[in-house]
T-cell receptor
Framework: GAVVSQHPSRVICKSGTSVKIECRSLDFQATTMFWYRQFPKKSLMLMATSNEGSKATYEQGVEKDKFLINHASLTLSTLTVTSAHPEDSSFYIC???????????FGPGTRLLVL | DAKTTQPTSMDCAEGRAANLPCNHSTISGNEYVYWYRQIHSQGPQYIIHGLKNNETNEMASLIITEDRKSSTLILPHATLRDTAVYYCIVRVGYTGNQFYFGTGTSLTVIP
């Protein structure tokens, strides 16, 4: 149990376009989902915390208008990178947490390349 | 923001036990210690977590010192597939839900 999927697994887009990444909890209800980004050879950096039905809470330094997060249901959260630029190229990873538990289960990640 | 300190890298011979240490000297009484690992280009995989008692599951054992200021993750019989970056995390954050990753330990299992 506790499987989290992400779609797409990799995406290449042109500078200035927007890209949406989906994160789904497949076999449990996730009251909270998290979004991370990871640069090559670096650790994961928390971007935002998303609770179902409410606005996401962004970490300091993360632009909320650039990284739009929606958590419309207990099994789906989306991250939209708006007006993407080459510096947004990164590995984006989501995680999900069951109600009442602290353990986070991570998705396989989405590799974004902005040309 | 990470509240943990881990060695940057370690090697372990295949078939031997891998002991990965973690210092978390500022841990609070109700904070759990979590261990995850990340194999190259994949999402982190949950391994184990604990509060103050030693824990064991099918993947590993977690030994937490009595003062809770440090812990050790033990992989009893390391295989080549255990080569990964191992992260020790103490839950922190204003709502208590966030995980802040440190730099982790890059474990290489040698044939």
């Amino acid at each position: 149990g506790a499987v989290v999927s992400q779609h797409p697994s990799r995406v290449i887009c042109k500078s200035g376009t927007s890209v949406k990444i989906e994160c789904r909890s497949l076999d449990f209800q996730a009251t909270t989902m998290f979004w991370y980004r990871q640069f090559p050879k670096k650790s994961l950096m928390l971007m935002a915390t998303s609770n179902e039905g409410s606005k996401a809470t962004y970490e300091q330094g993360v632009e909320k208008d650039k990284f739009l997060i929606n958590h419309a249901s207990l099994t789906l959260s989306t991250l939209t990178v708006t007006s993407a630029h080459p510096e947004d190229s990164s590995f984006y990873i989501c995680s999900a947490r069951r109600r009442g538990l602290e353990t986070q289960y991570f998705g396989p990640g989405t590799r974004l390349l902005v040309l | 923001d990470a509240k943990t300190t881990q060695p940057t890298s370690m090697d372990c011979a295949e078939g031997r036990a891998a002991n990965l240490p973690c210092n978390h000297s500022t841990i609070s009484g109700n904070e759990y210690v979590y261990w995850y690992r990340q194999i190259h280009s994949q999402g982190p995989q949950y391994i184990i977590h604990g509060l103050k008692n030693n824990e064991t599951n099918e993947m590993a054992s977690l030994i937490i010192t009595e003062d809770r200021k440090s812990s050790t993750l033990i992989l009893p019989h390391a295989t080549l597939r255990d080569t990964a970056v191992y992260y020790c995390i103490v839950r922190v954050g204003y709502t208590g839900n966030q995980f802040y990753f440190g730099t982790g330990t890059s474990l290489t299992v040698i044939p």
